[in-house]
T-cell receptor
Framework: DVKVTQSSRYLVKRTGEKVFLECVQD?????MFWYRQDPGLGLRLIYF???????EKGDIPEGYSVSREKKERFSLILESASTNQTSMYLC?????????????FGPGTRLTVL | SQKIEQNSEALNIQEGKTATLTCNYT??????LQWYRQDPGRGPVFLLL?????KEKRKERLKVTFDTTLKQSLFHITASQPADSATYLC???????????FGTGTQLKVEL
């Protein structure tokens, strides 16, 4: 079974802190994604990566950055956390285009910024 | 801009009945459409994929239809059970791309 793990299920940080969210997948997937999910807004894509050291902005990249130094690991960084970044963060991975592009999600990290 | 609409109101049905969820889209020509299930506090889980040249797909008690003329997909769960209670998301995928665009989901509640 494909497994996507995220470093924390729950995280509480203070405004202005630098926050790292880690995601690891074990299926050798090229593509990895970071979403945030908010009530009424659904899943919104923050960043995605289709290869090591490659990244592309999604729909809402402002206030975030990402790092992909190894194929299995994709990190989301909040440079200076703000209260409007309180949300559920979901990581996903998939095979590259040409396959089904089915995305496999991690359990999510519920981040609260105080 | 691209828009995907799923009924934001929860759907409540009785056990044993067929649940039908709707996904409508505009300003989009997807190569395929997927349905996911999400339980509270968990990540979405893939259920079914249907391609633009397919009218219908089935998997056990699940059935998906895809009408590219109406720009609509219907997701059916037959003989529904309380364990089917969850939020169901539709997602559209472009041809040649690797990003999905998700709807906001519809919450299904199956009552005894």
């Amino acid at each position: 079974d494909v497994k996507v793990t995220q470093s924390s299920r729950y995280l509480v940080k203070r405004t202005g802190e630098k926050v790292f969210l880690e995601c690891v997948q074990d299926m050798d997937h090229e593509n990895m994604f970071w979403y945030r999910q908010d009530p009424g807004l659904g899943l919104r894509l923050i960043y995605f990566s289709y290869d090591v050291k490659m990244k592309e902005k999604g729909d809402i990249p402002e206030g975030y950055s990402v790092s992909r130094e190894k194929k299995e690991r994709f990190s989301l960084i909040l440079e200076s956390a703000s209260t409007n970044q309180t949300s559920m963060y979901l990581c996903a991975s998939s095979y590259p285009s040409g396959h089904t592009d089915t995305q496999y999600f991690g359990p999510g990290t519920r981040l609260t910024v105080l | 801009s691209q828009k995907i609409e799923q009924n934001s109101e929860a759907l409540n049905i009785q056990e044993g009945k067929t649940a039908t969820l709707t996904c409508n889209y505009t300003n989009y020509s997807p190569a395929y459409l997927q349905w996911y299930r999400q339980d509270p506090g968990r990540g979405p889980v893939f259920l079914l994929l249907i391609r633009e040249n397919e009218k219908e797909k089935r998997k056990e008690r699940l059935k998906v239809t895809f009408d590219t003329t109406l720009k609509q997909s219907l997701f059916h769960i037959t003989a529904s059970q309380p364990a089917d209670s969850a939020t169901y998301l539709c997602a559209l995928g472009p041809g040649g791309g690797n990003k999905l665009t998700f709807g906001t989901g519809t919450q299904l509640k199956v009552e005894l």
